[in-house]
Structure formats: structure tokens, C-alpha cells
Nanobody, 115 residues
Framework: QVQLLESGGGLVQPEGSLRLSCAASGIPFAIYTMDWYRQAPGKERELVALIYHDGTTNYADSVKGRFTISRDNNVNTLYLAMNSLKPEDTAVYYC?????????WGQGTQVTVSS
């Protein structure tokens, strides 16, 4: 059974920081491309950042320079370090795993940026 379990969301003030984690089980984590998506109320789900099995990363323009995606294949965990958070970063953040036709989603974790 595949599980992607996100944690680390919460309420933070503007310019604050959070670190999201996604613990994966039931998949050979090291070979999967791992992504973070987010979905704000009334908006479509959007790709925030991805990391390939070889560690290559890519980011949405809106988060470049503020967010850092990383992975630890030894503990099957994906991370998203978020700095200089803005109110427009408020969304449910989802962990996603992709390998060929196989893809899996976590249940999401809420991030709210507000004073």
C-alpha cells in the first residue's frame, strides 16, 4: 500500500518560514520523481517544485529563491523549505510521486500565511 504522508503545515506570519515533510512508503522512493503541488481556494492545483531521482530540481517562478525542495532517499522523505512566505502562498500543499504511468498523491497539509 502506497502512502505519502505530509506534515509541517500551519499558520505563519508573512516573511516567516516553514518546512514541509512528506514521508513515503510502499514505493521504491529513490527512483521516483517527487513534486510539491499546492491548491489555493478557488484556484487550480499548481506545481510548486520538483526533484528528479538524480537530485535535479525545478521551481515555479513564483517561489524561486524562496523555496527549496530536497529529498533524503535513506529515509524515503521529501522536504520543502519555505522562506519569506507571502499571503499568496496560502494553500493546501500536496506531495506527489511520479514514475512513468504511476503516480500517487498525499492527503495535503494546510499552509496559511497571515498576520
Amino acid at each position: 500500500q502506497v502512502q505519502l504522508l505530509e506534515s509541517g503545515g500551519g499558520l505563519v506570519q508573512p516573511e516567516g518560514s516553514l518546512r514541509l515533510s512528506c514521508a513515503a512508503s510502499g514505493i521504491p522512493f529513490a527512483i521516483y520523481t517527487m513534486d510539491w503541488y499546492r491548491q489555493a481556494p478557488g484556484k487550480e492545483r499548481e506545481l510548486v517544485a520538483l526533484i528528479y531521482h538524480d537530485g535535479t530540481t525545478n521551481y515555479a517562478d513564483s517561489v524561486k529563491g524562496r523555496f527549496t525542495i530536497s529529498r533524503d532517499n535513506n529515509v524515503n522523505t521529501l522536504y520543502l523549505a519555505m522562506n519569506s512566505l507571502k499571503p499568496e502562498d496560502t494553500a493546501v500543499y500536496y506531495c506527489h510521486a511520479l514514475y512513468g504511468p504511476l503516480n500517487y498523491w498525499g492527503q495535503g497539509t494546510q499552509v496559511t500565511v497571515s498576520s
